[in-house]
């Protein structure tokens, strides 16, 4: 049998609290939001990896055919400061783990920050004559940049918030997910039919509408 005052310790007053005051002070319920949150978290996992994986693979063919497999190490070419930090730690971690520095592995371990930053408004004159080409619409047209980076950048805060093991459940996460699969279809369209063969999201999601107190009034899904 489940001890809630056992599992609370476990989690910690301060985490714990943002579902208590969800579920109006109702402790039980509390914990069944507390573990819907983590259900959910695991069910977005899949379409965000696949997302992940398909964009940082994508630029850096597209990269790859017009510079050369190294080309994050063009001088000059990356133009965000992070980027740049994270390029180093990851040739040094690669180093401190005793294998060869190749590109393979330098792009397998920069984070999804660095290769969503590809896509911000700092990269808008890489995109219109390279980067556009990593991605396009069912209906084989092109993109804007913007168009590719306004739902990217809420997935990467989305993202980040369930790697910390955060709530979520006052986003509007079908859209989100919605989301997901459309920006990997613009990438790979095989990549997002895997995704909605294998997606456990739609079955893990409560068909009725989460109901989350808050003594400001109701929650505004982000």
């Known amino acids: ?8 310790r476990a989690l910690s007053l301060e985490r714990f609290n943002r579902y208590v005051e969800w579920a109006a002070g109702d402790r039980s319920r509390a914990l069944e939001l507390y573990t819907l949150n983590a259900r959910l978290s695991e069910a977005l996992y899949i379409s965000l990896q696949m997302l992940e994986v398909a964009l940082r693979n994508r630029i850096h063919i597209v990269m790859t055919a017009v510079r050369h497999e190294q080309w994050f ?28 520095v190749t590109a393979g592995r330098i792009v397998a371990a920069l984070t999804f920050s660095f290769w969503t930053s590809m896509v911000s408004p700092t990269y808008e004159q890489l995109w219109q004559t390279t980067l556009h080409r990593v991605a396009r ?15 990217l950048k809420p997935i990467r805060t989305l993202r980040n918030r369930i790697a ?59």
């Open 164 to 222: 910390h093991h955060e709530p979520i459940l006052q986003w509007n996460l079908p859209q989100h997910h919605a989301n997901m699969l459309t920006l990997t279809g613009w990438l790979s369209p095989a990549a997002a039919a895997w995704v909605q063969a294998t997606s456990r999201f739609d079955s893990v999601y409560p068909a009725e509408r989460i109901v989350l107190n808050q003594p400001s009034g109701p929650i505004s899904l982000e």
């Open 1 to 8: 049998m489940i001890k809630l005052d056992e599992i609370e």
């Open 73 to 100: 190490m063009d001088d000059g070419l990356l133009a965000v400061n992070h980027q740049r930090q994270q390029l180093s730690q990851a040739i040094a971690d690669i180093r401190d783990d005793g294998k060869p």
């Open 137 to 151: 619409r069912e209906n084989g047209k092109g993109l804007r940049r913007k168009d590719f980076s306004a739902p």
